[in-house]
């Protein structure tokens, strides 16, 4: 019996987190091709693939939703051509990567097998939301929006 966590009252629409985690887990089984992921910055990351044997045009980049896909598909030439030992294989794969929200594909590029993909975590806009407590129920009244950066320097100044 599985129990789910994003059912309680305390986590009001995470239920798409749950969704998530059920797609990471899925796409943690597959091995190949190996994979490094480096964080360049505090919002930059590197992901790299060893794709050995494969051209551009054998790759395909492509960005469904929360999810960067990365497929690979070798033409096959083995017709043409007589092995006497056959130990690398000409195969198709598929990689996945759950990225969180926000997160932005800057350019991918292939450099002597390694495919290389940038991605960028966009520095989020600090709000602060006041709610006004009235004594009757209006629905979307008394609600203003207002940046936490400047909320923050007017309470710290008021502090001191």
Partial sequence: MTTRVFTSPLFLGFDHLEQVLERASKTASDSYPPYNIEQLGTATLRITLAVAGFSMEDLQITQEDNQLVVRGRQTDDSQERVFLHRGIAARQFQRSFVMAEGIEVRGA??????????????????????????????????????????VLDVARANEN
């Fill in 109 to 150: 590029w292939l450099d002597s097998g390694l495919l290389h993909i940038d991605l960028v975590r966009p520095q989020p806009q600090c709000k602060v939301r006041t709610i006004a407590i009235s004594p009757k129920a209006k629905t979307g009244e008394g609600v203003s929006d207002s940046k936490v950066c400047a």
